[in-house]
């Protein structure tokens, strides 16, 4: 009986890694692709952000104190979002989170994300600074694939990059 606990134990960590980023500690891009199927059925904000300045530190410094700029950036983030918002990592410099709710909801959120970027992070190499670019998608009920609503965000995303503003809206229509 102990050794079906333990091997029950082990499988249920294993998923658990399995969905989870390393450095992190967020939800990876294969927890983050599975709500996205809940959004597309529900009203709700997709929002995808990638690091301003996050390469140039990466390749002036190296990836270890790339890796401590995406640690602090994960705390910050976090500390600001709502409980029942997810936030994951999806690779290098990138995030996404859903929020549930109405689009101003998902509109306070993107400002919070954006606002923690305003002040330098104290890296082992002194501090630095980074931006962030927020693409944002908002649906109302239920809505097209979640292939296209990760299409929107990243189009999106990029805008916000290219003009500097930090935050495109796409409202998403039924």
């Not at 199927?37 to 995808?48: I, N, P, S």
């Not at 931006?131 to 292939?147: D, H, Q, R």
Request: hydrophobic share 40%; glycine share 10%.
């Amino acid at each position: 009986m102990a050794l079906a606990l333990r091997d029950a134990k082990m499988v249920s960590e294993d998923r658990e890694h399995a969905r989870t980023d390393e450095l992190t500690g967020l939800p990876n891009r294969r927890r983050f692709i599975a709500e996205l199927e809940l959004l597309r059925r529900r009203t709700g904000t997709l929002l995808l952000l990638d690091l301003d300045g996050f390469k140039a530190i990466n390749d002036n410094f190296g990836h270890e104190v790339g890796d401590q700029l995406l640690k602090q950036i994960t705390l910050r983030f976090s500390r600001v979002l709502p409980s029942d918002v997810l936030i994951a990592r999806l690779g290098g410099d990138e995030f996404g989170v859903v929020v549930y709710g109405e689009r101003n909801i998902g509109n306070d959120v993107a400002l919070a994300l954006r606002a923690t970027c305003t002040y330098p992070f104290t890296l082992s190499v002194g501090d630095v600074k980074v931006g962030v670019s927020i693409g944002s998608v908002t649906t109302e009920g239920p809505t097209t694939t979640k292939e296209v609503l990760l299409k929107r965000a990243d189009t999106a995303m990029y805008a916000a990059k290219r003009s500097g503003s930090g935050l495109v809206n796409w409202q998403e229509t039924s």
